[in-house]
């Protein structure tokens, strides 16, 4: 369903929603290469909506991506 989402306002929750599957994923199954891969997808994520224009959407993103860093 993701995938389908083509709309740049919905971007912001299309990142946050494939997150959050890829962080509870990485948490059930404990797979060192699923937690490599959802890091580097971190990086991307962070990197586009760095380049982003500054609102209340950006900043909570970006808030819950380096949420899971924290813990």
């Known amino acids: 369903m993701l995938d389908k989402i083509s709309s740049p306002a919905e971007e912001l929750h299309k990142i946050y929603v494939m997150s959050l599957s890829e962080t509870v994923d ?16 971190f990086r991307q994520r962070l ?5 982003l224009n500054d609102g209340a959407g950006k900043l909570f993103l ?6 899971p860093a924290w813990v």
Do not use: S
Not at 26 to 41: C, G, H, P, S, Y
Not at 47 to 51: C, K, P, R, S
């Open 62 to 67: 970006q808030a819950e991506l380096n949420l």
């Open 47 to 51: 990197d586009f909506i760095g380049n």
């Open 26 to 41: 990485v948490l059930i199954t404990e797979d060192q290469r699923k937690f490599e891969q959802m890091e580097n997808n």
